[in-house]
Every structure is written in C-alpha cells, then in structure tokens.
C-alpha cells in the first residue's frame, strides 16, 4: 500500500513538467524534411528529390546579325586634307584667312612680300631687253644674207641667238606665273590662295612670320563633306568585324541621330598597351558632325548566326562569369557556362554560345544555386 502511494505522489509532481515539455516543443520538427541535393564530385553537377517539380524553359532559336558595340572618334579623311603651298620665300604682310575659317576654291589666304618675285621681275625685264637685241640682230643678218654682206654661218648664229632669248623670256613669265605674279604688272606681292573648298584644319603662320618656299605649309584645308570615324576594338573582338560590314555611328553630341557606315579599313598593327586595333569607316558628313567628337559605333555582321534565347532568370552571374542549369538525361541538373548576348523584350537574354537551341534549363537558376548552397 505504501508502495503505490509513492507512486502516485511521483506521477503527480511529474505532471507540469510534462505538460511545459509539450508547451515548448519546437514546430520546425515536425515539419517534413527538406529537398536533399545530392552534389558530385566535379560540383556542376546537383540532383533533388522532385526534379519534376523545377520548372524547366526550353531554349528557342533566333537568326540575327552579330552586333559589337565600340567607341572611336570623329578625324578627317587624309585624302581630303590638301596643304596650301608657297612657291615663294618672303614676310608675311596680311593673312585674310584663320583656323577653322571655311574657304572656297581661288579665296586669297594670306599675302607675302617676296624678294624671289623682285628677283623674278628683274630677270623677266632683262629678257625682254635681250630677245628685243636678238631679234634686231636676226632681222638685219637676214638683210646682209639677202645682199650678199654676211655668210649662212653667221645668218644661222643670229637666228639661233633669236631663238635662245625666246625661250629665256618664256621661262622667266612662266616663272612668274608659278609664284603668282602677273609678268605685266610687277609687284613683289604674292598672294596665296586656296586651293580647293573646305574648312581650315591646321595653321602653322601669323602675321609678319616668313615664309619658306616649300616649306612648313601655312595652312591645310580639309574637305569635311566626308570624314572618316576611327574606332578602337580589342585584340578578341577583331575575329567579329570584317571590311565591308555595316555601322550604325551615334554621335555623342547628337545621340537622337543615327549616320550609316561601312568599315573601309581594318589596322594592321595593334596598340601595344590596349591591345587594340584601329577600325576605319567613311561616313557623310551633313555638317554637324565636326573634327574630335566621340562617337559610338555598332557594326552588324554580313551573315545572320543563330543563337539561343533563354529567360533572363535563367542565367546565374557568378565570379564574372555566365552560367545555366541544363537538366541532364538521369533528371539531374549540370551548371554549364555561357557567353550572353544582347538583352531581349519581354526578360529574355541572347547566348552567344555555350547552350544550343532546344536545349531545356532551369527557368530560375538563383533558386536552384540557392538550394546548393545550403
């Protein structure tokens, strides 16, 4: 008897600890256990209990043209740039013309006192003299031959002298001419004028400066009615461009207007420190488009290429670098690493390469990476 009191006064003292047990027990326990991911050795590749309950997106195709997008910089067409040259060597009385001033063919740029020109006056006046001497001189030995006074020699040594003076007289007018002076109006002036239309790209002179005949070129006249755009492309993007592809040129100035080009040249040689190649295009110039603005260029490729499209949440961005979760023959998942491509409406993304067309992937690879990384 006092056997089964002790006991019941025992399971009476045990009672609220049995009931603060059941009071503090946690949830989470009886809550069924997770989706378990099974990992493989090489890490790509993951497997869940219910792979048929990830929603899967098979990858369309879709035919374009492959685009690259570089930078480069507006310059003038070197085949268009004509420097204006002095024939003469003097000082610099009057420039008409400046930097950057548009000019038309036959306009006066600057005016030169030129001692070659005195020189050139001087020599043409003594010509004259002497071809006026010579010819007197022939015409009264063809009155002596007529008579019998002088013998043919020395009717032959009067003409030829006749001739000499000729030709003396026509090379130093010409001479004149080639300075820019008129042989009948003397004047040690000289005027430089421009030698075709355009706009003044480069200035080398001032006022009372010298001038060298032959030398330095006091200006450079550019037609701009057609500039060239140089671009710069890295070393691995030079295998996506090809001469004769197409341009679409946006002008930092004017990003809203859009100028149509062709790549015309493809450098030879790279910059040693960037790695890059220059990539030339001839571009018509409406006037808006002036020496030095950057720009921004997307070549297209002359054949169309077939790429993949894939949701955006499809591609997981991890250590600088694209990957997909592409579902494997036995129902497991491998993380395969793409190159993306240009974003597309309605949140889809390009693969340039990495995943062909048809092949299926996880719809949302953040949500799959994040039951790995559990």
């Not at 050139?120 to 006046?125: L, T």
């Not at 974003?343 to 953040?366: F, W």
Request: charged fraction near 20%.
């Amino acid at each position: 008897m006092k056997k089964i009191s002790f006991i019941l006064i025992l399971l009476v003292a045990l009672l609220p600890v049995i009931g603060c047990s059941q009071e503090n027990a946690d949830p989470k326990a009886e809550a069924p256990p997770p989706a378990q991911v099974e990992r493989e050795q090489d890490g790509g590749i993951v497997q869940v209990d219910h792979p048929e309950q990830i929603q899967l997106f098979t990858a369309v195709a879709r035919n374009s043209r492959p685009e690259l997008v570089v930078t480069g910089v507006v310059t003038p067409d070197v085949s268009r740039n004509v420097p204006v040259v002095s024939l003469a060597s003097g000082r610099i009385v009057e420039i008409r013309a400046r930097l950057g001033d548009s000019v038309k063919k036959g306009d006066v740029l600057l005016r030169v006192r030129s001692n070659d020109v005195s020189g050139g006056y001087s020599d043409y006046r003594k010509a004259i003299a002497d071809e006026q001497l010579a010819r007197t001189q022939f015409e009264r030995a063809k009155d002596l031959y007529a008579h019998s006074a002088i013998s043919l020699n020395d009717l032959q040594v009067s003409e030829d002298a006749e001739e000499k003076t000729k030709v003396d007289l026509e090379t130093t007018a010409e001479r004149l001419r080639l300075l820019g002076s008129d042989p009948d109006k003397p004047n040690s002036i000289v005027e430089i004028l421009a030698p075709v239309s355009g706009v003044i790209t480069d200035q080398q002179v001032t006022d009372a400066a010298a001038v060298q005949a032959f030398g330095p070129n006091p200006f450079t006249i550019s037609d701009l009615s057609s500039v060239w755009v140089v671009c710069d492309v890295h070393e691995n993007e030079l295998a996506s461009v090809r001469l004769g592809d197409a341009a679409e040129i946006r002008l930092n100035a004017y990003p809203g207007q859009i100028f149509k080009g062709a790549i015309s040249n493809i450098g030879a040689i790279l910059d040693p420190n960037l790695r890059t190649a220059k990539v030339r295009m001839e571009v018509r110039n409406p006037g808006i488009m002036r020496l030095g603005m950057f720009v921004s260029a997307t070549f297209r490729g002359q054949r169309q290429v077939t790429h993949s499209v894939i949701p955006s949440s499809a591609i997981l961005h991890l250590h600088d670098t694209d990957w997909v979760f592409a579902i494997t023959p036995d129902q497991k998942f491998q993380r395969v690493e793409i190159v993306a491509g240009a974003s597309l409406p309605g949140d889809l993304q390009e693969v340039v390469s990495g995943l062909l067309p048809g092949a299926q992937v996880v719809r949302n690879a953040l949500t799959l990476q994040n039951m790995v990384d559990q």
